[in-house]
């Protein structure tokens, strides 16, 4: 079930403007739920983004991490950790990170 | 400008620190951030691997790390929730520009005596109470016999941080320079000579 409504979670955020797709990842790294590509690559660098945040919290005392945010010249990629995977979202440069934030928390509400 | 005036320009920060490669050069944060350095570059790597150009990650829990990329070097911000995030950028970006100015101006000042030989005008023992990590990384292969490019060699620190000490500390008077005449016949010790010695 909860299969099903990742899947449809990805669905939906790609439809959102500036929204490129979004991958649902396994902290073990295996993909869950995908709306891109090249899902695999995408899944590795979330799992990898989100353990090296993790261990930047706990280093520098952030507290749990909410999101992690990487941007490029022509890319964004918004990582959100929840208890057993990682949600990575691609946009372009141009879409707000906070705006899709605001998406995916009524989403997962 | 160095990474505590972001302290003193923006609101809302803990602490700042500077990375080049996979070394702090500059911190002013209490924590030992060189675990850090590490995590965060390989980060970059990865991306880069990918072929993604990074200028920027952010992490956020309660509080917030913000690293600016510019290759080689990654500055890192920590920052509480309520910091001015576009004044941040601004000032963040202001600084990397400095430092990459100022690493082009310290290379040149490298090449200028990077076949110099350094020695210690002083007993080093008075010093080394007082150097930084660092400081004593790169003073400690200073014998009198070590060119200051060897020096960047042994102490495995960027260059500009070699030249950086090296000069500080001629400045200082610690240190002077001799120009070398080196014979490479294997034993460098044994046909190592100076002109301030002939």
């Known amino acids: ?109 | 400008m160095s990474v505590r005036e972001i302290k003193e320009n923006v609101g809302g920060i803990k602490g700042s620190f500077l990375i080049k490669g996979k070394s702090i050069i500059e911190s002013d944060l209490d924590i030992n951030v060189s675990y850090i350095s590490k995590s965060i570059s390989y980060l970059n790597d990865v991306l880069h691997e990918r072929e993604r150009d990074v200028k920027k990650i952010t992490v956020t829990g309660s509080d917030s790390t913000v690293f600016y990329l510019d290759t080689p070097y990654i500055l890192g911000v920590v920052a509480s929730s309520q910091v001015n995030l576009p004044l941040l950028d601004l000032v963040a970006a202001k600084i990397l520009k400095n430092v990459t100015s100022k690493r082009a101006v310290e290379k040149s000042k490298l090449s200028s005596i990077e076949d110099e030989v350094p020695s210690f005008k002083i007993s080093p023992d008075i010093v080394i109470p007082y150097l930084s990590d660092y400081e004593m990384n790169v003073l400690k292969y200073v014998n009198g016999k070590n060119t200051v490019r060897e020096i960047v060699e042994l102490s495995e620190e960027p260059q500009e941080v070699v030249a950086r000490v090296i000069v500080a500390y001629i400045k200082k008077g610690t240190l002077t320079l001799k120009p070398t005449l080196r014979m490479d016949f294997g034993d460098r010790s044994q046909y190592h000579f100076s002109r301030g010695m002939r």
């Not at chain 1, 945040?53 to 706990?58: K, N, P, Q, R, T």
């Not at chain 1, 990487?70 to 707000?96: A, C, P, Q």
């Open chain 1, 1 to 109: 079930m909860a299969d099903i409504i990742l899947k449809r979670l990805v669905n939906d955020l790609s439809k959102i403007d500036g929204v490129e797709g979004a991958v649902v990842v396994a902290k073990d790294g295996i993909v869950i739920a995908s709306s891109i590509e090249n899902a695999e690559t995408e899944g590795a660098i979330s799992v990898f983004a989100g353990a090296t945040a993790e261990e930047i919290a706990s280093s520098l005392r952030l507290g749990e991490v909410s999101q992690v945010i990487i941007e490029g010249t022509d890319y964004r990629m918004m990582v959100l950790k929840h208890e057993n995977y990682f949600l990575s979202i691609m946009m372009d440069e141009h879409t707000s990170p906070l705006v899709i934030r605001q998406e995916v928390d009524l989403v997962l509400e």
